[in-house]
């Protein structure tokens, strides 16, 4: 890789690796998971929080922020970093899980889709061109590139049908990705980098024909893999990281789109992925839910109404470090503004950890063991609350 | 006065005073507002922003708090400063002005008043001991006493009642809170300080005789004006601090209850009144309403959209040192929870720092000036946005 962008595997303990992503905004020590700020704001978080709890690189969502605030106004803020007051690297996805999810609202052809605006039913079009413009507005580190995304259940046709289609859409979004970085120097962030996206639902030849004929078209500096964790079983999901394990280089970051949960994220290093999101963290804490290294609980259980525990005792988060299960039970059940913001801390910064940790297992060559310590730990509670 | 609890007034300048209020969770510089955090957290805000945005001193309701999660539990729980992690200083409104805003919902004799939970209709009974107990449990530094509270504009005959009840209950407080304070000396904090509260509406004869009656009984730790800014006309209401002023001992700290905004607050402190509340600023907030030195705006205003400017130029606090309108009103145009606690902060500094300010020109003997520059600047603004 040229320019600001470099890999560098430190480690590997069988599939799983520990590396550092340079980027514009900074490294990024891998595995890493990277919380979610679809609207340019990790929910009921600000910046300090963010790097208080460790992390380092953080999403933000093409096709939410085109509609509102709109790309050119974050342009014309000094793009998303300036906006929202992050000064470490930001990734967009371009908006094809959002678009293809809009059922009934949207015209898929070749050139690209029409859909109306889930906000006011507005007609939108997003092309492969189109879309590489918004991402260079918005000026994240790591663009997407804008491909056709199909429920995890769809049968080999229909898979197949959008894989090869996301192909012929990652050339034509690289030949607007090129001309922009030529064109458009001033963009917020000069010189971005654009992931390809593996596609091929859960089958296993179109998953790796897909990988490979990404590989075909060049070098990249990172490699996604989409359209998983959309209601396949998790036994598929595996299935298909281990397929495109074998294809992708080693020698570039890969990132598991919109995985997951802590299970998941350990699998998922377990089988070569590097980079991870989820919305998971933060929208369970809507919902009163959170992890411990036991499991996941709700703090609406009544059992914690007296409990001066904090969430999990092993946690070193801001909010197990102050506040009881007690306290943040009464926050959620009054609906005080401040429990979602004690569970969604909690909740990134489990998760954060977790791949600290994975990442310090790999580096110590302990990986396997550790994993499977972890996995066994968190799934001993056979009663859920 | 003795134990823990003691007032010096530092200097005066007109009737505005500057003093130190000192009680078992350290001192309170006043004149000084004091944040509301109802249910045990000030809406949206954690006690790390409370102390960076220069609270010393907050508020809880025991109206609220006996209902969800209930006295005993906190007390269960070590009480308030360690259920919610606040080690300043607390205040307990008795929940006098909750209950008698139940219009409908409850029953007034003069034992007591019987109601219905706002939340599942459970029949609850509140008498002056009881409320006593609540406010022991709680183990706030400061409870205010049970008063007969009535709507701004009561006639002379309906708040002669209320007030002459208010102090009959005032006495039975006492005993009660001496009860309390012999036979009890595990509650949280073992040692708190009972205010009266000066009722009377909006008529100057019944203010007078409710100061005066509150002195006959007795010496006091300060004095609670309660029975204000609930729909009277400010004039009204500074006519009656005027005249409360006159009868209250000038060496205890006086508390305006439930007041207010900006210019309520230096019209305040020109009376004689050493410690605010209000809600006003978190909720405030939650509609989009923001203070600045040049008046009240609304953050959803399209003037914003591409301003970079802080929501107050001249403002210290966490908020504006970071974040541009712009962005705040994209947060707050998309729900996003962050715009809440940046308004949140912003409101709640914004009245702190005012009444640091307006110590300051006490200090200096430069109070009268200071207060009609400062108001003729806030509203100097004549289109409201």
């Not at 978080?45 to 999403?59: N, S, V």
Request: proline share 6%; net charge negative; charged share 20%.
């Amino acid at each position: 890789m040229t320019g600001p962008f470099s890999f560098d595997v430190q480690h590997t303990d069988g599939h799983a690796r520990a590396g550092v992503f340079h980027t514009p905004h900074g490294p990024v020590e891998t595995p890493q998971f990277m919380p979610v700020g679809t609207l340019a704001s990790v929910k009921a978080l600000d910046p300090d929080d963010l790097h208080r709890l460790g992390a380092t690189m953080i999403l933000a969502n093409a096709y939410h922020l085109r509609l509102r605030p709109g790309d050119d106004l974050v342009r014309t803020m000094g793009g998303l970093h300036r906006f929202m007051q992050w000064d470490g690297p930001i990734l967009t996805d371009s908006g094809g899980f959002q678009v293809f999810s809009l059922e009934g609202l949207r015209t898929i052809e070749e050139e690209g889709v029409e859909f109306r605006s889930h906000l006011d039913g507005s007609l939108q079009q997003f092309t492969p061109e189109s879309v590489m413009r918004i991402e260079r507005n918005l000026g994240a580190d790591v663009i997407m590139q804008f491909d056709h995304v199909v429920p995890g259940q769809s049968p080999h046709d229909l898979a197949q049908v959008a894989m090869e289609r996301s192909i012929r859409w990652l050339v034509r979004c690289r030949t607007e990705f090129d001309r922009l970085q030529a064109e458009d120097p001033l963009a917020p962030t000069p010189v971005q980098a654009l992931f390809p996206i593996v596609q091929g639902g859960i089958h296993a030849d179109l998953r790796r024909a897909s990988a490979q004929a990404i590989r075909n078209t060049g070098d990249w500096v990172g490699y996604g893999i989409g359209g998983l964790s959309v209601g396949e079983a998790k036994p598929d999901m595996y299935a298909m990281l281990d397929v495109v394990n074998e294809v992708l280089p080693t020698d570039r970051p890969r990132y598991l789109m919109g995985v997951g949960f802590p299970e998941d994220l350990v699998e998922g290093v377990a089988r070569g992925v590097d980079l991870f999101d989820c919305v998971a963290p933060t929208r369970m804490g809507r919902t009163g839910a959170f992890f411990t290294t036991t499991g996941r609980r709700n703090i609406r259980n009544a059992q914690w109404r007296t409990d001066s525990a904090p969430l999990d005792a092993s946690c070193t988060c801001v909010a197990c470090a102050r506040f009881s299960r007690a306290y943040i039970r009464h926050l959620f059940v009054a609906e005080e503004i401040l429990a979602l913001r004690l569970l969604s801390l909690h909740n990134v910064h489990f998760l954060v950890a977790l791949m600290r940790d994975a990442r310090a297992a790999v580096l110590a060559g302990t990986f396997e063991g550790w994993s499977h310590d972890w996995l066994a730990r968190y799934h001993s509670r056979s009663t859920p609350s």
